[in-house]
C-alpha cells in the first residue's frame, strides 16, 4: 500500500503545478485517468481558488463522477455546493447516480435542496424527490432507480446492444431486470449468463424466475443479511403491490454493514461514533457527558442504597473491601450476556417460544459462572481473611448477583426488541450500571443475614 | 421477507416428497431452478440418510455450487465430508472456487486434507496447497485463483469470446487483469468497459493501468479499506515481485467486515462471540468464565487496596456508601474513550506526532468530562448529605479517576497496537476493572487528606 500511496502523492502534486500554472489540458489527462475515489481525494485537498480552478476545467457530469465516492456525512459538502454555480450544482448532482445525491442532498436544508431540484428536468427531480421520501435506514433509503429493465420478449442480441447504451450511466449493468406486459418484475438474469446465450434467444427462455427481493420498507440490516447469504451484487427492491423500484447495490451494502456494527459498538460503549476526529476536546466530552451523567444519576440510587446499609458497615466495616469486586464481577458478566443477546438479535427474530428458551438457557448460563466465580472468590477470601464464613457471604452473593446480571443482560435487550425498540440502544454501562444496583442489594441482603457469624465479637 | 420464506418452506416439502418417493428427475428439476444458497439451506435441513439419497442424484459440480455457500466455520462440514464417498468429496472440493475449497480445509485435521488432496489432479492440489499456506486473515488466505487473465495483445473480440468459456469456472468475469510479455500485471479492465470497445481495439488501448493492488501478505482489514474506498467488486492480489496470484472478491470481503467488527464487538464486551447458537449453557459457560475468572483475579487486587485503607473506612462509613459511584462511572468513561480509541485505530495507523497529540486531546476531553461530573456529583452529595467537603472530596475523587480512566482507556489500545497486538483485545471489563483500581486509590488518598474535615466528631 505504501508504494501505491507514495505514486499518488507524487501524482496530486504533479496535479497541484498544473492547476497552479493553468495547465487545463495536462490536467485533465492525469486528473480523469485517476480512480474516481483518487480524483475525490485529491478534490479534498484543494482550497477555495483552487476548488474555483477546478470547476472551470471539468463538465458537471465529471466532477459527479468524482463526487459519487465522496462520503454523503462528510461536513464539507454543503460549503462545496455552495461554492459552485447553482446551475453547475445541479447538473452535477443530476449527473451522480440518484441514491449517491438523494444521499447529499439529505444533508442539505429544504431550501437548499429545493433551489437544486427547481434547475433539474422535471422527471429528474421529480426521481431524487421520491428517493428522498424514504427512511434513509431502510431498502429505500439506500436503493438506486439507475438499473436496467428489459421486456421478457426481448432477444439477447438486443439487450446486449441496449446494455452498451445504459453502461455510461446504469449503477450497475451486471444484473438485467425483466419486466413482463404488466411491468411486473418476472425475472433476473447476470450479464454473466446473458453473454452466453446466442443471439436470438429470448430474455423470457433464460431468465432466473426465482427472484429475491426485498421490499422498499425493509430496514437496511434486513437487506445487507441477504447480500450475506446469497452473495449478490444488487438486489431488487419491489413496492407493495410489488413493482420493480429500485436496485440495492452491494457497495452500499459494505456502508450498511459498516453503520450496523458501528451502532452496536457504540451501544455497547455507551459513546455515540459519530465523534469525528477532528473534533476537539470540548467537542468529544460534550458528547460524552449525556450518556455519563444520566448513569451517574443511575449509580447514585446505589449510593442511596448503601447508604441505607450503613448501619452494617460501621458495625463490619470489611463489607466495603469487597462492594467493588461483587460489583464489577457482576458487571462483566452482564456485560458478556448483553453482548451475546444483541448480537443474536442483530441476526434473528425471535419468537415468544425461544424467547423463554433462551432466557432460561441465560438463567443456567448465569447459575453456573456464578457457582464457579463465587465458589473461586469463596476460597481467596476465606484464606486471605482466615474468615470462610465472610468468605461464603462473598461468594454467595457474587453466584447471586452474577446470575441476576446476566438474566437482566439479556432479558433486558429482547424485550426492547420485542416491543419494537433497537436492543443495541441497552448500553453496556447501562447494565453494568443497574447490576452495580442490584449486586449491592444481593450482597447487604445476605451480608446481613450472616452478620453475626463473621463479624469476630 | 415473510412471502420469500413461505414459498421456499413450500418448495422444500415438495422437495422432500421427491426425495422420499425417489422421483429424481422431478427432484432435480426443482432442486437445481433454487439459488445455490437456497440449496444449501434445504441440504441442511436433511438427516443422513436422506443426504446419502442427495449424493447418488447430484454431480459432485452441482454439490460444489450449493457447498460454496456454506459457511465454512459451519461444525458441521468435517462431518458430512466424511459421509461422503473419498472421491465424490474430493471432486465437489475441486469443483468449488478455491479460496472456499481451502476454507473448508482450513478446519479438518491434516491428515484428512491430505486424503483429499491425494485424489485431486496434481495441479489443483498443489493450487490448494499453496492457499492453504497463507495466513487466513490476510489477502492470501481470502483470495481465489479463479480470475481470468489476457495478454495486452489479445483483443476485445477474442477476449470476450474467451471470456464465455471462463464464465462458468472463474468466481468473476467482471474484470479482467491484463499481463504484458513479462506476465506483470499491466492493466485491469471491467467488463462493463470491455463490451464498449470495438472488435479489434486491442486491449492494451483502453485498459486502465492504474492498477489498485494488494501484496499477498496485507492484513484483511486493509483489503476491506480498499474495497470500501474504491467500491470495487474485486480487487488483485500480487506477490512481493509485483505478479499477480489471485484477487479477493466483494463476497468474501463483507465476511471480512462481519469478522473484523465481531473481534471488536467481542473484545469490548469481553467474551468471544463464537459462542453458537446451539451452544448449551455449560459450554457457554466455559467460554466466558476464563475472562471473568481473570477480572476477578485483578479485582482482587482492589479489595486489597481498599482493605489497606480500611482504617479510614471503620471511622467514616460513609465513604464506602460513594465507592461503586466512583468507579462505576471512571469505569464507564474509560470504556468510552477505549472504543473511540480502539475505533480508531481500526481505520488507521497513527505515529508517533499523532500518538502524543491523541493522548492529549485525550487528556483534556477526560478533564472536561471529570471536571464536570465531579462538580455535578459534588452537588447531589452537598445537597443530600448537608455536607459540602464530603462532596468536594467525592468530586475531586470523581474528576481525577475520570480523568485517569480516559487517559488509560486511549492509552492502552494505542501501546498495544504500537507494540504490533491487536488493540481490540484491551477489552472493555479489562479497563473498567482496572479503572476500579486506580479510582479507589485516587479516592482513599484524597478522602484520607481532607478526613478531618468532614467527619463530624
Known amino acids: 500500500m505504501d508504494e501505491n500511496e507514495k505514486r499518488l502523492q507524487d501524482k496530486f502534486s ?89 444521499d447529499v442532498l439529505e444533508h442539505l436544508d429544504k431550501v437548499d435542496v429545493d433551489r437544486f431540484l427547481e434547475q433539474m428536468p422535471r422527471n429528474d427531480a421529480n426521481n431524487l424527490r421520491g428517493l428522498l421520501h424514504y427512511d434513509t435506514e431502510t431498502a429505500g433509503g439506500i436503493m438506486t432507480t439507475d438499473y436496467v429493465e428489459f421486456h421478457e420478449e426481448e432477444t439477447a442480441a438486443e439487450a446486449i446492444k441496449a446494455l452498451k447504451k445504459f453502461a455510461k450511466t446504469a449503477e450497475t449493468i451486471y444484473y438485467i431486470y425483466i419486466l413482463d ?69 452491494v457497495d452500499d451494502v459494505i456502508e450498511v454493514i459498516d453503520d450496523e456494527a458501528q451502532q452496536d459498538y457504540s451501544g455497547l460503549a455507551g459513546v455515540s461514533m459519530d465523534e469525528a476526529n477532528s473534533d476537539g476536546p470540548l467537542k468529544a466530552a460534550s458528547k460524552r457527558l449525556p450518556w455519563l451523567i444520566t448513569l451517574l444519576l443511575l449509580s447514585m440510587i446505589t449510593a442511596t442504597l448503601i447508604n441505607h446499609f450503613e448501619g452494617l458497615l460501621a458495625e463490619a466495616s470489611i463489607l466495603a473491601v469487597f462492594i467493588s469486586t461483587i460489583t464489577g464481577t457482576a458487571g462483566n458478566a452482564g456485560t458478556q450476556s448483553l453482548a451475546v443477546a444483541v448480537r443474536r438479535l442483530a441476526v434473528e427474530e425471535i419468537n415468544r417460544h425461544e424467547f423463554f428458551k433462551l432466557i432460561g438457557k441465560e438463567l443456567i448460563t448465569g447459575f453456573v459462572t456464578g457457582l464457579v466465580t463465587g465458589i473461586s472468590v469463596c476460597l481467596l477470601v476465606g484464606i486471605w481473611k482466615h474468615n470462610f464464613v465472610l468468605g461464603m457471604v462473598i461468594g454467595l452473593a457474587m453466584c447471586a448477583a452474577i446470575t441476576v446480571a446476566n438474566l437482566a443482560g439479556s432479558l433486558i435487550p429482547m424485550l426492547m426488541s420485542s416491543f419494537g425498540f433497537d436492543p443495541a440502544v441497552a448500553s453496556g454501562p447501562f447494565i453494568s450500571t443497574l447490576s452495580d444496583l442490584t449486586s449491592v442489594l444481593i450482597y447487604f441482603s445476605i451480608a446481613g443475614m450472616f452478620m453475626q457469624y463473621f463479624v469476630r465479637a
Open 181 to 249: 406486459s404488466h411491468e411486473d418484475l418476472v425475472g433476473v438474469m447476470s450479464l454473466r449468463d446473458l453473454i452466453l446465450l446466442d443471439d436470438n434467444d429470448t430474455l423470457s427462455e433464460k431468465m432466473n424466475s426465482d427472484i429475491i427481493t426485498v421490499n422498499v420498507d425493509a430496514e437496511q440490516a434486513e437487506v445487507a443479511q441477504v447480500f450475506r447469504d446469497y452473495e449478490f451484487l444488487a438486489v431488487p427492491v419491489v413496492d407493495h403491490a410489488n413493482k420493480l423500484v429500485g436496485i440495492v447495490t
Open 14 to 102: 504533479q496535479l497541484k503545478n498544473y492547476l497552479d500554472n493553468g495547465d487545463k489540458k495536462r490536467f485533465r489527462k492525469t486528473y480523469l485517468d485517476m480512480h474516481f475515489y483518487d480524483q475525490s481525494t485529491f478534490y479534498l485537498t484543494l482550497n477555495k481558488a483552487e476548488r474555483t480552478t477546478l470547476y472551470s476545467i471539468l463538465e458537471p457530469d465529471e466532477m459527479g463522477d468524482m463526487f459519487d465516492t465522496i462520503e454523503d456525512d462528510n461536513p464539507l459538502i454543503p460549503e462545496l455546493l455552495k461554492e459552485m454555480d447553482l446551475s453547475y450544482a445541479s447538473k452535477m448532482l443530476n449527473d451522480m447516480y440518484d441514491d449517491n445525491a438523494a
